[in-house]
């Protein structure tokens, strides 16, 4: 079953790679409480559309970090299968900074309702959980297609823009800056008239 946004994200405790101190260490859902967390799964090290998908989160990583958000990515490698692949996969070589989780069980991807029993991995399953440690929003996408980092750091904005703002939503392709909307029930089939013509490319 996968989580739904809106329900608290279950705790774990698993080994961790720290690329950047060469170090292991034992990671715990709740070592983020009161921080942003992006739980970023993924099928398997040394493989194909996985070293695209860690390079592209690392090519946003002080970004993310800059938004108060922590990074930990989790497959069902070991941790020296982590620290192997990123010390030898020339995309990932030197620039990975976030911490690698070691699900070899299954047991976290099973927990998050994105193992692939038949294959013992995980699939490319993303989980945006608030400093609550509550779930606002997932990905889950087939073992072939990477995703879109762009989109992830978008999605951060509009949770965290919405977290201090409780009355306020986002429209689509909402960005920082753009108008938002205060639902009611004199707005319902009128939100075009509430939002200033051109502030968006599709109305």
């Not at 990074?71 to 030898?88: A, M, P």
């Not at 927990?111 to 995980?122: N, P, T």
């Amino acid at each position: 079953m996968v989580l739904q946004p809106g329900q608290k994200a279950p705790e774990f405790e698993i080994d961790a790679y720290d690329p950047v101190k060469g170090e292991i260490k034992k990671v715990r859902l709740s070592d983020f409480k009161g921080k942003w967390l992006v739980l970023c799964f993924y099928p398997a090290d040394f493989t194909f559309v996985c070293s695209t998908e860690l390079a592209a989160m690392n090519h946003v990583y002080d970004e993310l970090k800059k938004m108060s958000v922590e990074v930990l990515s989790i497959s069902t490698d070991t941790v020296f299968d982590h620290k192997g692949w990123v010390e030898q996969e020339p995309l990932l070589k030197g620039r990975v900074k976030n911490l690698m989780g070691s699900d070899h069980t299954g047991k976290v991807a099973r927990a998050y309702g994105v193992y692939k029993e038949d294959e013992g991995v995980a699939f490319r399953g993303r989980f945006i959980i608030d400093p609550d440690g509550v779930v606002q929003a997932y990905e889950v996408v087939t073992l072939s297609m990477g995703r879109n980092v762009d989109e992830l750091i978008r999605q951060m904005k509009a949770l965290q823009y919405i977290r201090e703002h409780p009355d306020e939503v986002t429209p689509a392709q909402w960005q920082p800056g753009k108008p938002t909307l205060k639902p009611g029930i004199k707005i319902a089939g009128n939100v075009g008239n509430q939002i200033p013509k051109g502030s968006y490319p599709y109305w």
